[in-house]
């Protein structure tokens, strides 16, 4: 007797169908599983023969074979438990193979016949969903995120013994209502904490507001860390699909499956290697910039990351996605993220009048920042350390998040308004072409402009950022047109001053 039921694997951050067949024909009793199964899939064989056998249920004193197709794909992980144990049962008919039809399964098993929860269940409901499939069983722990693709009937179920209920309709399972709620922390840090550093602030929502990538220098203990976990509080809150994105990537990635309402922020370590950071594996998983997809990856010390991680993270700032290739097929992972990074002036991180670093070292230093990565900053911002009345009185106090929060969201909205129809939804995602036909100078401005280029202040590059970062500028005002005093705050952050905080 032959039986099939759909189920997924996944393969990056989306889910692959995977149909799983068994045959149950006379001969020695034997059970293997065939279809480039990894060493948990194969000991599935082991958990369901007991899960089944704990369960009350039969298993077939027969020669079993599992197909496991496409058979070309490597599959990893425990999940495809219970499509096998239900395909062996309907194989040896104890469920009726009708009661399947345009029905999924996924879900891990133990020993007992209880349902375990798997990674990715929010992946593996939307490619349910794009497959045609009706209906979804998946393990209770991952309905509620599995339910947040609508169009699909989700069921989540705790055990093979409940299963087979839903399966003969001996007692009617409730379709699983889908968690929008997830609770915001409520003590998120504010702007308001961070004393004085009206300069950094302004930078930080300019960054915001512009989506574009922004480096932090000044001496240790001025609020470089501080101001950098204050960004996603001023990013505009994800909309609903994106909220789904990085629910699916914290999902796939094992991060729990709860409906993302913030924007995720995502500080590694600088020992990181560049595997972490862009993502790979033999069975590839996502890296920091994918998690921080749609929001943040702040490198703090940035001075300190090797250069081999640094350099991985070029072609993914660019394009927005990480490509990886692992035998025949390419994986795509997500990377569109804002990056935020801090390192102090030169490596005794004083400032310049009080350093007493050797020319040497500094220049080493320098070397590590200058290069790759430099290229994809478009902001530039000197912190230093507040004059003690801002931070001891009460005088340092600025803006609270909310208030930054709604100038960034006003911001973000002339933006999106002028960008319909191209792929930037922002000022720091416009390419060359983009940015001269959005970004126009009049009289004065473009003279400010010439004197900088003609005096070698600026390369092709640094005009072209400019330009963008002016243009955010602007937009903050709710103004068209770019005055010169937009063009000369842009000036102020361009990426020359790196090497001027040290001198
Ligand atoms: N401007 C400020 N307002 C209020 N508190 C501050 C400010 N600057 C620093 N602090 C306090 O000092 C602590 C250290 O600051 P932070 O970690 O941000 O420094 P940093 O610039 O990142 O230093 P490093 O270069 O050593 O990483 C903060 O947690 C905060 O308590
Ligand atoms: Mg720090």
């Not at 480039?36 to 039969?58: G, H, K, Q």
């Not at 200058?370 to 009345?389: E, Y």
């Amino acid at each position: 007797m032959l039986a099939s039921v759909a189920t997924f694997g996944l393969a990056g951050v989306d889910a692959l169908e995977v149909t799983v067949e068994v045959d149950v024909r006379r001969g020695l009793p034997a059970f293997s599983i065939v279809g480039l199964p990894d060493a948990a899939v194969r000991e599935s064989r082991e958990r369901v023969r007991a899960a089944l056998l704990n369960s009350s249920l039969d298993f077939p004193q027969s020669r079993l074979t599992a197909n496991l197709a496409p058979a070309w794909v490597r599959k990893a992980g425990p999940s495809f438990d219970l499509a096998l144990a239900i395909c062996v049962l309907a194989a040896s008919e104890q469920v009726p193979l009708e009661r399947l039809e345009s029905t999924a399964v996924c879900g891990e098993l133990s020993l007992s016949g209880a349902v375990r929860p798997v990674r990715g269940a929010l992946a593996v409901a939307l490619a349910a969903r794009r497959a045609g499939f009706a209906r979804l069983i998946v393990p209770v722990e991952n309905a509620p995120e599995a339910a947040l693709a609508d169009g699909l009937e989700v069921l989540g179920l705790s055990s093979i013994e409940r299963i087979l209920d839903v399966l003969h309709e001996r007692r009617p399972a409730e379709a699983a209502q889908a968690s929008h709620v997830d609770e915001v922390a409520a003590d998120a840090p504010d702007l308001a904490d961070v004393r004085g550093q009206a300069d950094a602030k302004r930078a930080l929502e300019i960054a915001a507001a512009g989506g574009h990538n922004l480096l932090m220098v000044g001496p240790p203990g001025s609020g470089k860390t501080m101001l950098a976990r204050r960004l996603p509080g001023i990013l505009p809150p994800p909309s609903f699909d994106e909220s789904l994105e990085i629910t699916r990537i914290r999902s796939v990635a094992g991060l729990g499956g709860r409906f993302a309402r913030e924007r995720p922020f995502r500080a590694p370590h600088h020992t990181i290697s560049a595997q972490g950071l862009v993502g790979g594996g033999s069975h590839p998983r996502p890296g920091e910039i994918t998690l921080a997809h749609r929001g943040v990856l702040f490198l703090d010390e940035l001075a300190e990351f090797s250069r081999s991680a640094l350099e991985a993270l070029r072609q993914p700032l660019e394009d927005g996605f990480v490509a990886i290739i692992r035998g025949q097929r390419s994986l795509v992972f997500p990377a569109r993220t804002m990056l935020l990074a801090a390192c102090n002036p030169c490596p005794c991180g004083r400032a310049a009048t009080e350093c007493e670093c050797a020319a040497v070292e500094r220049a080493r230093y320098h070397r590590r920042l200058s290069g790759p990565l430099l290229d994809r900053i478009d902001l530039v911002c000197q912190v230093s350390s507040p004059p003690a009345l801002q931070l001891v009185g009460e005088t340092g106090l600025g803006e609270s998040s909310g208030a930054v929060r709604e100038r960034v969201v006003a911001a973000r909205e002339h933006q999106l308004r002028r960008l319909a129809g191209s792929p930037a939804l922002c000022n720091g995602g416009m390419d060359g072409r983009t940015t001269r036909r959005h970004a126009t100078l009049r009289g004065e401005a473009v003279k400010r402009l010439v004197d900088v280029v003609d005096a070698g202040g600026l390369t092709g590059r640094g005009h072209d950022r400019v330009l963008r970062l002016a243009r955010t500028v602007a937009d903050l005002e709710g103004r068209d047109e770019i005055l010169i005093g937009d063009v000369d705050e842009a000036l102020g952050y361009r990426l020359g001053a790196v090497g001027e905080a040290a001198a």
